[in-house]
């Protein structure tokens, strides 16, 4: 991507003198404003929303304001190559898309709208197992351009087999296991609606176009439930489920198959038990590279690499989890200090802009994962809108490389940053 600052600046102002300004902002803020204004309150608290008083969310953005970027002058340097080996796959840039579950709260075909913008800019995109359209769909639509799939270790090891070997069929790069949601996190924001978008049938495609999960939901379709009281929200909760599960909606009213499907994957999604035990059965399971994603001390990340893993991601799961948990980019200082250049550590929770991917490389990251702006994105302008924000992103890093006079990722070390006290009333530090 050489000059993709200076190329992307170009493009912006060549449209202004048209009178045509950016549908998607430049700016996180104003991103994350418009954003809040097309998404209802339901969406947006599951999307932006994050566990307890959200002080995980403000810790991740502290991290980052007390890192300051020192510019270097007369560099001398004329493009910059921002591309980078990533598990043995060359990419055009450090940055991935960050799996998010039940997507289509902000619209609807959500993972293929991001798998196309995805694609339009060459990013890897991570389809998220809570997704809200099947791997294969997503998949379809990306053509060359690199997708992992993320993992939540189900109770049921017939259903982690068969998601694993789907994600080998559609030519996954990596089989990405999150470590950190065995149980949801206490989110306010979500329980004071009571909202709950799988209990609707909403995120769970991953499942319902799962052979072994509709096997497993016709095993259990037979079983006595308690059937709820009919009220007006029962009836809501029963046509959303007709509307989100595969077929035809009014075949769907008379089936029991999209109740049971729900209250199938909500016993059976994750699994609380998940061991150190379980994940060293991953090398023999699946031909992809392993990673594993929601690693926040040395003591685990030494452990994901001694049973073989290719990769962790230094990963608080944007503070959606535990509420005052350490900031992810306070992990991988310590981790990258701990384990040294070699192993493989992919960064995500709290990135906004490209000056962030800069400070998070320069702490010793390989690679980063984008997560609520692309989101963000969709919203405002669907596959169009998540390019756009891509682009504005990596933009904006190649512009921070030239102005510290660097020309390739590896050269963005930490001697380029000063660690400084966080000022009092710093912005950055009241958003996740």
Request: proline letters at 5%.
């Given at each position: 991507m050489p000059d993709a600052g200076l190329a992307r600046q170009s493009t912006i102002y060549r449209a202004g003198t048209l009178g045509r300004r950016p549908v998607v902002p430049a700016d996180f803020a104003e991103l994350e404003r418009r954003a809040r204004r097309v998404s209802s309150a339901k969406a947006w608290a599951y999307v932006a929303g994050g566990a307890g008083e959200g002080r995980t969310m403000r810790r991740n953005r502290a991290a980052f304001d007390r890192w300051a970027i020192e510019p270097r002058m007369a560099a001398g340097t004329v493009g910059r190559d921002l591309s980078v080996d990533l598990l043995g796959t060359r990419l055009p840039s450090p940055l991935l898309l960050a799996p998010v579950g039940a997507g289509a709260l902000m619209g609807r075909d959500s993972d293929l709208a991001i798998a196309r913008g995805a694609a339009a800019t060459g990013t890897p995109y991570v389809f998220s197992n809570q997704g809200c359209n099947p791997m294969e769909e997503a998949a379809a639509v990306m053509g060359d351009t690199p997708r992992w799939f993320q993992l939540y270790w189900s109770s049921d090891e017939r259903l982690v087999d068969s998601l694993i070997a789907r994600a080998e069929r559609i030519g996954a790069g990596a089989l990405v296991v999150t470590l950190d949601t065995t149980v949801l996190g206490w989110r306010p924001q979500?329980?004071?609606?009571?909202?709950?978008?799988?209990?609707?049938?909403?995120?769970?495609?991953?499942?319902?176009?799962?052979?072994?999960?509709?096997?497993?939901?016709?095993?259990?379709?037979?079983?006595?439930?308690?059937?709820?009281?009919?009220?007006?929200?029962?009836?809501?909760?029963?046509?959303?489920?007709?509307?989100?599960?595969?077929?035809?909606?009014?075949?769907?009213?008379?089936?029991?198959?999209?109740?049971?499907?729900?209250?199938?994957?909500?016993?059976?999604?994750?699994?609380?038990?998940?061991?150190?035990?379980?994940?060293?059965?991953?090398?023999?399971?699946?031909?992809?590279?392993?990673?594993?994603?929601?690693?926040?001390?040395?003591?685990?990340?030494?452990?994901?690499?001694?049973?073989?893993?290719?990769?962790?991601?230094?990963?608080?799961?944007?503070?959606?989890?535990?509420?005052?948990?350490?900031?992810?980019?306070?992990?991988?200082?310590?981790?990258?200090?701990?384990?040294?250049?070699?192993?493989?550590?992919?960064?995500?929770?709290?990135?906004?802009?490209?000056?962030?991917?800069?400070?998070?490389?320069?702490?010793?990251?390989?690679?980063?994962?984008?997560?609520?702006?692309?989101?963000?994105?969709?919203?405002?302008?669907?596959?169009?809108?998540?390019?756009?924000?891509?682009?504005?992103?990596?933009?904006?890093?190649?512009?921070?490389?030239?102005?510290?006079?660097?020309?390739?990722?590896?050269?963005?070390?930490?001697?380029?940053?000063?660690?400084?006290?966080?000022?009092?009333?710093?912005?950055?530090?009241?958003?996740?």
């Open positions: 979500d329980l004071n609606l009571g909202s709950l978008p799988f209990a609707t049938g909403l995120g769970i495609a991953q499942y319902t176009s799962d052979p072994v999960f509709q096997q497993i939901v016709a095993e259990r379709a037979g079983l006595p439930r308690d059937r709820p009281a009919v009220t007006l929200g029962a009836i809501r909760a029963l046509l959303a489920m007709s509307r989100n599960h595969p077929g035809s909606f009014w075949a769907n009213l008379r089936s029991p198959i999209p109740r049971a499907s729900v209250e199938t994957f909500l016993d059976i999604y994750s699994n609380p038990g998940l061991s150190w035990e379980h994940l060293a059965t991953l090398k023999q399971r699946t031909r992809l590279p392993v990673v594993l994603k929601g690693i926040l001390t040395e003591k685990d990340a030494r452990r994901a690499f001694e049973i073989g893993v290719d990769a962790v991601v230094v990963s608080n799961h944007g503070g959606r989890q535990v509420d005052n948990a350490v900031a992810s980019l306070d992990a991988l200082v310590e981790i990258r200090a701990a384990l040294g250049p070699e192993p493989t550590l992919i960064f995500d929770s709290g990135i906004r802009t490209g000056a962030d991917v800069f400070t998070a490389i320069a702490l010793g990251a390989d690679a980063v994962l984008l997560g609520r702006p692309h989101l963000y994105g969709f919203a405002l302008a669907g596959a169009h809108g998540v390019a756009e924000v891509i682009r504005n992103v990596v933009a904006e890093l190649d512009l921070t490389m030239a102005l510290t006079g660097v020309r390739s990722i590896a050269e963005i070390t930490s001697d380029l940053l000063r660690e400084q006290p966080l000022s009092v009333g710093s912005s950055g530090a009241e958003r996740a």
